[in-house]
Nanobody, 127 residues
Framework: QVQLVESGGGLVQAGGSLRLSCAAS????????MGWFRQAPGKEREFVAA???????????SYTNSVKGRFTISRDNAKSTMYLQMNSLKPEDTAVYYC?????????????????WGQGTQVTVSS
């Protein structure tokens, strides 16, 4: 069982930055693929970024097109924490951001690839 807690959300002006954190409890964090999803009001939850487990201490990152070059996903296995550094934020990035963990090693953009979810953290970008 893995429990995930997001933090770091808030209100920021367009062009600003935020760093989200996802703290995980439970065992074997390093062997999980991790992802960030977001859900804007009235919209479906969508994939943002993932850091996918490939082999021991080897990972692959991926991003949805709209955040490439602006967002960076990373993880610190010693702290059992994943991060999402968000720069050059835009009003369309406003959403509740969720972190997720799973054992799948592919299809990282698909919600069903993940077994555990956090409660979400609100990110609001003002214009």
């Amino acid at each position: 069982q893995v429990q995930l807690v997001e933090s770091g959300g808030g209100l920021v002006q367009a062009g600003g930055s935020l760093r989200l954190s996802c703290a995980a409890s439970g065992r074997a964090f390093s062997s999980y693929s991790m992802g960030w999803f977001r859900q804007a009001p009235g919209k479906e939850r969508e994939f943002v970024a993932a850091i996918r487990w490939l082999s021991s201490l080897s990972y692959s990152t991926s991003y949805t097109n709209s955040v490439k070059g602006r967002f960076t996903i990373s993880r610190d296995n010693a702290k059992s924490t994943m991060y999402l550094q968000m720069n050059s934020l835009k009003p369309e990035d406003t959403a509740v951001y969720y972190c997720a963990a799973g054992r799948a090693t592919q299809a990282e953009a698909v919600m069903t690839s993940y077994d555990y979810w956090g409660q979400g953290t609100q990110v609001t970008v003002s214009s």
